[in-house]
Protein backbone atom coordinates (compact mmCIF):
# COMPACT_ATOMS: atom_id res chain seq x y z
CA UNK A 1 0.00 0.00 0.00
CA UNK A 2 1.29 3.59 -1.05
CA UNK A 3 1.91 5.89 1.63
CA UNK A 4 0.01 8.65 0.19
CA UNK A 5 -3.15 6.33 0.28
CA UNK A 6 -3.13 6.37 3.81
CA UNK A 7 -3.31 10.22 4.24
CA UNK A 8 -6.85 11.63 5.26
CA UNK A 9 -7.90 7.93 5.80
CA UNK A 10 -9.42 6.48 9.35
CA UNK A 11 -6.51 4.24 10.44
CA UNK A 12 -6.58 1.63 12.93
CA UNK A 13 -2.81 -0.76 14.19
CA UNK A 14 -3.52 -3.71 15.29
CA UNK A 15 -1.46 -4.84 17.92
CA UNK A 16 0.86 -3.05 19.71
CA UNK A 17 4.18 -4.71 19.96
CA UNK A 18 7.52 -4.01 18.59
CA UNK A 19 6.22 -3.23 14.98
CA UNK A 20 2.77 -1.69 16.17
CA UNK A 21 5.39 0.54 17.88
CA UNK A 22 7.28 1.74 15.27
CA UNK A 23 3.92 2.07 12.73
CA UNK A 24 2.49 4.25 15.17
CA UNK A 25 5.83 6.72 15.46
CA UNK A 26 6.16 6.18 11.58
CA UNK A 27 2.55 7.23 11.13
CA UNK A 28 2.65 10.02 13.76
CA UNK A 29 5.88 11.39 11.51
CA UNK A 30 4.36 11.62 8.68
CA UNK A 31 0.57 12.39 9.43
CA UNK A 32 0.84 14.34 12.62
CA UNK A 33 -2.48 15.81 12.38
CA UNK A 34 -4.40 12.54 12.00
CA UNK A 35 -5.93 10.20 14.26
CA UNK A 36 -4.43 7.08 14.50
CA UNK A 37 -6.60 4.00 16.53
CA UNK A 38 -5.02 1.57 18.67
CA UNK A 39 -6.36 -2.04 19.30
CA UNK A 40 -4.31 -4.44 21.56
CA UNK A 41 -5.59 -7.33 23.66
CA UNK A 42 -3.60 -6.16 27.08
CA UNK A 43 -5.19 -3.82 28.84
CA UNK A 44 -2.07 -1.70 30.03
CA UNK A 45 -0.28 0.15 27.19
CA UNK A 46 1.94 3.58 27.63
CA UNK A 47 2.73 5.74 24.97
CA UNK A 48 5.74 7.95 24.04
CA UNK A 49 3.73 10.09 22.76
CA UNK A 50 -0.56 9.11 22.76
CA UNK A 51 -1.09 12.97 21.22
CA UNK A 52 -4.19 11.75 18.09
CA UNK A 53 -4.80 8.07 19.61
CA UNK A 54 -7.62 6.23 20.04
CA UNK A 55 -7.15 3.25 22.10
CA UNK A 56 -9.53 -0.03 21.84
CA UNK A 57 -7.77 -2.51 25.11
CA UNK A 58 -8.96 -5.46 26.29
CA UNK A 59 -11.05 -8.43 25.76
CA UNK A 60 -12.91 -6.21 23.60
CA UNK A 61 -10.19 -4.81 21.19
CA UNK A 62 -12.02 -5.85 18.46
CA UNK A 63 -15.34 -4.29 18.81
CA UNK A 64 -14.63 -0.78 16.87
CA UNK A 65 -12.94 -2.34 14.02
CA UNK A 66 -15.47 -1.46 11.88
CA UNK A 67 -15.00 2.10 12.35
CA UNK A 68 -11.76 2.24 10.36
CA UNK A 69 -11.12 2.08 6.47
CA UNK A 70 -7.44 0.72 6.95
CA UNK A 71 -6.30 -2.07 9.15
CA UNK A 72 -2.38 -2.38 9.61
CA UNK A 73 -2.39 -5.60 11.37
CA UNK A 74 0.67 -6.88 13.34
CA UNK A 75 1.72 -10.13 12.58
CA UNK A 76 1.34 -11.58 16.03
CA UNK A 77 -2.22 -11.28 15.05
CA UNK A 78 -4.26 -14.20 12.93
CA UNK A 79 -5.94 -12.62 9.87
CA UNK A 80 -8.36 -15.66 10.71
CA UNK A 81 -9.15 -14.17 14.23
CA UNK A 82 -10.04 -10.46 12.41
CA UNK A 83 -11.93 -11.84 9.27
CA UNK A 84 -15.37 -12.64 10.76
CA UNK A 85 -15.33 -8.49 12.17
CA UNK A 86 -14.26 -7.23 8.38
CA UNK A 87 -16.65 -5.12 6.47
CA UNK A 88 -16.73 -4.74 2.63
CA UNK A 89 -13.74 -2.56 1.31
CA UNK A 90 -12.04 -2.32 4.75
CA UNK A 91 -8.12 -2.56 3.48
CA UNK A 92 -5.50 -4.79 5.39
CA UNK A 93 -2.47 -4.21 5.05
CA UNK A 94 0.82 -4.40 7.08
CA UNK A 95 4.17 -2.86 8.01
CA UNK A 96 6.04 -5.94 5.30
CA UNK A 97 3.28 -4.33 2.64
CA UNK A 98 3.67 -0.59 3.08
CA UNK A 99 7.53 -1.08 2.99
CA UNK A 100 7.63 -3.07 0.17
CA UNK A 101 5.87 -0.78 -1.82
CA UNK A 102 7.25 2.30 -0.73
CA UNK A 103 11.08 1.53 -0.56
CA UNK A 104 13.64 3.22 -2.94
CA UNK A 105 16.79 0.80 -1.79
CA UNK A 106 16.97 -2.96 -2.90
CA UNK A 107 15.26 -5.48 -0.64
CA UNK A 108 16.33 -8.77 -0.28
CA UNK A 109 13.46 -10.73 1.55
CA UNK A 110 13.99 -14.24 3.14
CA UNK A 111 11.72 -16.61 3.93
CA UNK A 112 11.31 -20.28 5.00
CA UNK A 113 10.11 -22.60 7.96
CA UNK A 114 13.51 -22.28 9.48
CA UNK A 115 16.97 -21.07 8.91
CA UNK A 116 15.70 -17.31 8.27
CA UNK A 117 17.53 -15.52 10.62
CA UNK A 118 20.62 -16.98 10.59
CA UNK A 119 20.92 -16.75 6.53
CA UNK A 120 19.22 -13.10 6.80
CA UNK A 121 21.66 -11.90 8.96
CA UNK A 122 25.18 -13.85 7.39
CA UNK A 123 24.28 -12.43 4.07
CA UNK A 124 23.89 -9.19 5.75
CA UNK A 125 27.03 -9.28 7.25
CA UNK A 126 28.97 -9.85 3.79
CA UNK A 127 27.47 -6.85 1.82
CA UNK A 128 27.93 -4.99 5.24
CA UNK A 129 31.90 -6.29 4.84
CA UNK A 130 32.13 -5.14 1.45
CA UNK A 131 31.17 -2.02 2.38
CA UNK A 132 27.55 -2.08 0.84
CA UNK A 133 24.84 0.28 2.30
CA UNK A 134 23.25 -3.00 3.86
CA UNK A 135 20.74 -3.13 6.33
CA UNK A 136 18.94 -5.80 8.35
CA UNK A 137 14.69 -5.70 8.84
CA UNK A 138 12.39 -7.03 10.60
CA UNK A 139 12.45 -9.69 13.47
CA UNK A 140 16.34 -9.90 14.10
CA UNK A 141 17.24 -6.00 12.68
CA UNK A 142 15.04 -3.04 12.98
CA UNK A 143 10.71 -2.75 12.57
CA UNK A 144 10.63 -2.07 8.69
CA UNK A 145 9.00 1.18 8.50
CA UNK A 146 11.58 2.90 10.78
CA UNK A 147 13.89 2.88 7.86
CA UNK A 148 11.68 4.53 5.20
CA UNK A 149 12.10 7.74 7.15
CA UNK A 150 15.92 7.63 5.86
CA UNK A 151 14.88 5.41 3.19
CA UNK A 152 17.70 5.96 -0.01
CA UNK A 153 18.20 3.98 -3.79
CA UNK A 154 21.44 3.20 -2.72
CA UNK A 155 20.29 1.40 0.20
CA UNK A 156 20.17 -2.96 0.14
CA UNK A 157 17.55 -4.35 3.06
CA UNK A 158 17.98 -7.86 4.14
CA UNK A 159 14.14 -8.52 5.33
CA UNK A 160 13.35 -11.65 6.94
CA UNK A 161 9.59 -12.60 6.07
CA UNK A 162 7.42 -14.54 8.47
CA UNK A 163 4.06 -15.97 6.75
CA UNK A 164 2.38 -13.93 8.66
CA UNK A 165 4.28 -10.86 7.33
CA UNK A 166 3.75 -12.34 3.85
CA UNK A 167 -0.12 -12.91 3.80
CA UNK A 168 -0.85 -9.35 3.66
CA UNK A 169 1.79 -8.39 0.93
CA UNK A 170 1.27 -6.94 -2.68
CA UNK A 171 4.12 -6.20 -4.05
CA UNK A 172 7.55 -8.98 -3.72
CA UNK A 173 11.15 -7.70 -2.80
CA UNK A 174 13.25 -7.54 -5.87
CA UNK A 175 15.41 -10.84 -4.73
CA UNK A 176 13.52 -13.65 -2.92
CA UNK A 177 15.13 -16.08 -1.26
CA UNK A 178 12.82 -19.36 0.04
CA UNK A 179 14.99 -21.75 1.93
CA UNK A 180 12.32 -24.32 3.07
CA UNK A 181 9.11 -25.33 3.94
CA UNK A 182 7.68 -27.62 6.64
CA UNK A 183 4.37 -28.00 8.45
CA UNK A 184 4.45 -25.57 11.70
CA UNK A 185 1.82 -22.37 11.94
CA UNK A 186 -1.42 -24.43 12.18
CA UNK A 187 -2.45 -23.10 15.43
CA UNK A 188 -2.98 -19.79 13.41
CA UNK A 189 -3.05 -20.52 9.46
CA UNK A 190 -6.45 -22.30 8.99
CA UNK A 191 -4.50 -25.57 7.16
CA UNK A 192 -1.30 -26.63 5.23
CA UNK A 193 -2.66 -24.84 2.00
CA UNK A 194 -3.44 -21.09 3.82
CA UNK A 195 -0.06 -21.63 5.41
CA UNK A 196 1.73 -22.52 1.45
CA UNK A 197 0.00 -20.17 -0.25
CA UNK A 198 1.02 -16.90 2.70
CA UNK A 199 5.15 -18.17 2.05
CA UNK A 200 4.26 -18.13 -2.13
CA UNK A 201 3.38 -14.50 -2.06
CA UNK A 202 7.05 -13.84 -1.77
CA UNK A 203 7.31 -14.60 -5.48
CA UNK A 204 4.76 -12.46 -6.98
CA UNK A 205 8.24 -10.80 -8.73
CA UNK A 206 8.41 -8.99 -12.17
CA UNK A 207 10.77 -11.18 -14.92
CA UNK A 208 13.30 -8.09 -14.13
CA UNK A 209 13.82 -9.38 -10.19
CA UNK A 210 15.16 -12.70 -8.91
CA UNK A 211 14.56 -16.43 -6.81
CA UNK A 212 16.53 -17.84 -5.10
CA UNK A 213 14.87 -21.10 -3.95
CA UNK A 214 15.60 -24.53 -2.81
CA UNK A 215 15.51 -26.67 -5.24
CA UNK A 216 15.29 -30.14 -3.49
CA UNK A 217 12.06 -29.19 -1.25
CA UNK A 218 9.08 -30.22 -3.43
CA UNK A 219 7.08 -27.47 -2.22
CA UNK A 220 9.57 -24.77 -2.65
CA UNK A 221 9.89 -26.20 -6.30
CA UNK A 222 5.64 -25.56 -6.36
CA UNK A 223 5.73 -22.30 -5.29
CA UNK A 224 8.87 -20.99 -7.96
CA UNK A 225 6.85 -22.60 -10.70
CA UNK A 226 4.29 -19.78 -11.64
CA UNK A 227 7.09 -16.67 -10.77
CA UNK A 228 8.01 -14.39 -13.68
CA UNK A 229 11.44 -13.95 -12.40
CA UNK A 230 14.59 -15.02 -13.45
CA UNK A 231 14.64 -18.45 -10.95
CA UNK A 232 18.28 -19.24 -9.43
CA UNK A 233 17.51 -22.82 -7.90
CA UNK A 234 20.25 -24.30 -5.32
CA UNK A 235 20.85 -27.19 -3.86
CA UNK A 236 21.14 -26.94 0.60
CA UNK A 237 23.20 -30.04 0.69
CA UNK A 238 26.29 -28.61 -1.69
CA UNK A 239 28.56 -26.79 -0.24
CA UNK A 240 30.81 -24.59 -2.77
CA UNK A 241 32.51 -22.61 -0.76
CA UNK A 242 33.94 -25.34 1.63
CA UNK A 243 32.99 -23.96 5.02
CA UNK A 244 34.02 -25.31 8.24
CA UNK A 245 30.76 -23.46 10.26
CA UNK A 246 29.15 -26.28 9.59
CA UNK A 247 26.21 -24.84 11.99
CA UNK A 248 24.49 -22.79 9.46
CA UNK A 249 21.44 -24.47 8.03
CA UNK A 250 23.37 -24.02 4.43
CA UNK A 251 25.92 -21.73 2.72
CA UNK A 252 24.60 -21.89 -0.96
CA UNK A 253 21.70 -18.67 -0.94
CA UNK A 254 24.67 -16.75 0.83
CA UNK A 255 27.20 -17.81 -2.03
CA UNK A 256 24.63 -16.88 -4.39
CA UNK A 257 23.89 -13.68 -3.01
CA UNK A 258 27.41 -12.65 -3.09
CA UNK A 259 28.28 -13.75 -6.64
CA UNK A 260 25.60 -11.48 -7.35
CA UNK A 261 26.48 -8.49 -5.27
CA UNK A 262 30.51 -9.05 -6.30
CA UNK A 263 31.74 -10.01 -2.77
CA UNK A 264 34.97 -11.75 -3.18
CA UNK A 265 34.76 -15.28 -2.20
CA UNK A 266 37.43 -15.69 0.41
CA UNK A 267 35.41 -12.56 2.08
CA UNK A 268 32.38 -14.79 2.34
CA UNK A 269 33.83 -17.72 4.01
CA UNK A 270 35.64 -15.51 6.35
CA UNK A 271 32.49 -13.96 7.56
CA UNK A 272 31.00 -17.25 7.71
CA UNK A 273 33.94 -19.23 9.66
CA UNK A 274 33.68 -16.49 11.84
CA UNK A 275 29.62 -16.45 12.19
CA UNK A 276 28.62 -17.27 15.97
CA UNK A 277 24.70 -19.05 15.59
CA UNK A 278 22.09 -16.77 16.99
CA UNK A 279 20.64 -16.85 20.33
CA UNK A 280 18.22 -20.23 20.86
CA UNK A 281 19.33 -21.29 17.08
CA UNK A 282 21.98 -24.26 18.12
CA UNK A 283 23.86 -21.43 20.32
CA UNK A 284 26.60 -22.73 22.16
CA UNK A 285 26.25 -21.74 26.08
CA UNK A 286 29.31 -22.97 27.19
CA UNK A 287 30.91 -26.25 28.89
CA UNK A 288 30.34 -26.55 32.59
CA UNK A 289 31.53 -30.01 34.32
CA UNK A 290 33.12 -31.15 31.29
CA UNK A 291 30.10 -31.06 29.40
CA UNK A 292 28.96 -29.03 26.27
CA UNK A 293 25.52 -26.96 26.19
CA UNK A 294 23.51 -26.18 23.26
CA UNK A 295 20.57 -24.26 23.44
CA UNK A 296 18.43 -24.69 20.30
CA UNK A 297 15.06 -23.13 21.54
CA UNK A 298 13.52 -21.62 18.41
CA UNK A 299 13.27 -25.54 17.02
CA UNK A 300 9.63 -25.19 16.93
CA UNK A 301 8.83 -28.36 14.69
CA UNK A 302 10.71 -31.63 14.29
CA UNK A 303 12.60 -31.00 10.78
CA UNK A 304 14.76 -28.31 12.73
CA UNK A 305 15.46 -30.84 15.94
CA UNK A 306 16.61 -33.61 13.34
CA UNK A 307 18.61 -31.04 11.91
CA UNK A 308 20.84 -30.30 15.45
CA UNK A 309 21.21 -33.55 15.77
CA UNK A 310 22.85 -34.19 12.59
CA UNK A 311 25.08 -31.41 12.64
CA UNK A 312 26.29 -31.97 16.49
CA UNK A 313 27.46 -35.20 15.62
CA UNK A 314 28.61 -38.24 17.71
CA UNK A 315 29.47 -36.30 20.57
CA UNK A 316 25.53 -35.80 21.18
CA UNK A 317 24.62 -37.91 24.21
CA UNK A 318 21.70 -36.12 25.82
CA UNK A 319 18.65 -34.19 24.31
CA UNK A 320 15.96 -32.08 25.89
CA UNK A 321 12.45 -32.30 24.16
CA UNK A 322 9.06 -32.02 23.96
CA UNK A 323 6.27 -29.46 24.34
CA UNK A 324 2.88 -28.26 22.65
CA UNK A 325 1.06 -30.70 20.42
CA UNK A 326 0.55 -28.78 16.93
CA UNK A 327 -0.15 -32.16 15.14
CA UNK A 328 2.95 -33.00 14.57
CA UNK A 329 4.52 -36.35 13.59
CA UNK A 330 6.90 -37.33 15.93
CA UNK A 331 7.92 -40.32 14.28
CA UNK A 332 10.74 -39.06 12.33
CA UNK A 333 12.46 -37.35 15.18
CA UNK A 334 12.25 -40.38 17.21
CA UNK A 335 14.06 -42.47 14.48
CA UNK A 336 16.86 -39.35 14.21
CA UNK A 337 17.26 -40.28 18.06
CA UNK A 338 17.88 -43.59 17.44
CA UNK A 339 19.79 -43.33 14.62
CA UNK A 340 22.25 -41.02 16.55
CA UNK A 341 24.56 -41.57 19.54
CA UNK A 342 22.09 -40.32 21.93
CA UNK A 343 21.98 -42.45 24.92
CA UNK A 344 19.74 -40.43 27.40
CA UNK A 345 16.36 -38.34 26.13
CA UNK A 346 14.19 -35.55 28.58
CA UNK A 347 11.58 -35.38 28.03
CA UNK A 348 8.62 -32.43 28.45
CA UNK A 349 4.86 -32.79 27.58
CA UNK A 350 2.92 -32.78 25.40
CA UNK A 351 4.57 -34.20 22.82
CA UNK A 352 7.45 -35.83 25.37
CA UNK A 353 4.41 -38.46 25.60
CA UNK A 354 4.24 -39.42 21.84
CA UNK A 355 8.36 -39.40 21.63
CA UNK A 356 9.00 -41.69 24.66
CA UNK A 357 5.98 -44.30 23.09
CA UNK A 358 7.46 -44.11 19.46
CA UNK A 359 11.18 -45.06 21.22
CA UNK A 360 10.12 -47.91 23.46
CA UNK A 361 8.80 -49.58 20.75
CA UNK A 362 12.70 -50.14 19.23
CA UNK A 363 14.73 -52.78 20.24
CA UNK A 364 17.57 -49.76 21.30
CA UNK A 365 18.41 -48.95 24.67
CA UNK A 366 17.55 -45.28 25.47
CA UNK A 367 17.25 -43.70 29.07
CA UNK A 368 14.04 -41.66 29.25
CA UNK A 369 13.56 -39.34 31.41
CA UNK A 370 10.49 -37.42 32.16
CA UNK A 371 11.12 -33.59 33.44
CA UNK A 372 8.15 -30.97 34.95
CA UNK A 373 10.07 -27.98 34.49
CA UNK A 374 13.72 -26.89 33.14
CA UNK A 375 15.65 -26.87 36.31
CA UNK A 376 14.51 -31.00 36.81
CA UNK A 377 15.47 -31.16 33.08
CA UNK A 378 18.94 -29.31 33.28
CA UNK A 379 19.86 -31.41 36.82
CA UNK A 380 19.28 -34.76 34.89
CA UNK A 381 21.47 -33.23 31.99
CA UNK A 382 24.17 -33.15 34.59
CA UNK A 383 23.65 -36.21 36.37
CA UNK A 384 23.74 -38.28 33.15
CA UNK A 385 25.34 -36.87 30.39
CA UNK A 386 29.12 -38.10 30.07
CA UNK A 387 32.30 -36.49 30.50
CA UNK A 388 32.66 -34.47 27.21
CA UNK A 389 29.71 -35.21 25.90
CA UNK A 390 27.19 -32.62 24.70
CA UNK A 391 23.44 -31.66 26.33
CA UNK A 392 21.30 -30.15 23.25
CA UNK A 393 17.49 -28.99 24.35
CA UNK A 394 16.03 -28.79 20.58
CA UNK A 395 12.42 -29.40 21.89
CA UNK A 396 10.92 -29.55 17.76
CA UNK A 397 7.73 -27.92 19.33
CA UNK A 398 6.91 -24.67 20.54
CA UNK A 399 6.66 -23.74 24.58
CA UNK A 400 3.28 -22.15 25.91
CA UNK A 401 2.49 -24.98 27.50
CA UNK A 402 5.08 -24.39 30.25
CA UNK A 403 6.77 -21.22 29.16
CA UNK A 404 5.79 -17.88 27.80
CA UNK A 405 8.39 -18.15 24.96
CA UNK A 406 10.44 -20.33 22.69
CA UNK A 407 13.12 -17.48 24.31
CA UNK A 408 11.93 -18.04 28.21
CA UNK A 409 12.49 -21.37 27.64
CA UNK A 410 15.97 -21.05 25.84
CA UNK A 411 17.22 -18.35 28.86
CA UNK A 412 15.64 -20.79 32.19
CA UNK A 413 18.33 -23.53 29.87
CA UNK A 414 21.11 -21.55 30.05
CA UNK A 415 21.06 -19.97 33.81
CA UNK A 416 20.28 -23.50 34.89
CA UNK A 417 23.28 -24.59 32.65
CA UNK A 418 25.38 -22.20 34.16
CA UNK A 419 24.77 -22.18 37.98
Known sequence: MKIENLRNKKILILGLAREGIDTL????????????????????????????????????????????????????????????????????????????????????????????????????????????????????GKPALSYLLKDQEDRIYIYELSSFQLETITKGPQVAIIL?????????????????????????????????????????????????????????????????????????????????????????????NKFKPLKHRLEYVGKYKGIEFYNDSAATIPEAAISAIDKLGQKLDTIIVGGVNKGFSTKELSEAILNSNIRNVILFPETGKQIEEDILKSKKKVNLFNANDMKEAVKICFSQTKKEGICLLSPAASSFNMFKSYKQRGNLFKRNARK
Request: net charge positive; charged share 25%.
Open 25 to 140: VFLQNKFPDQKIGIADKNEKIELDNPKNTILHLGDDYLKHINDYDVIIKSPGVSLNLIQPYLKKNQIVTSQADIFLSNCKGLVIGITGTKGKSTTSTLIYKILKAKGLKSFLVGNI
Open 180 to 272: NFFKDHLDQHKNLEEYFNAKKKITSLHDNDFLIFNSKDPQVKKMALGSKAQKIPFDPNKDRLKVKNKLIISGEPIAIIGEMFGVPKNLIISEI
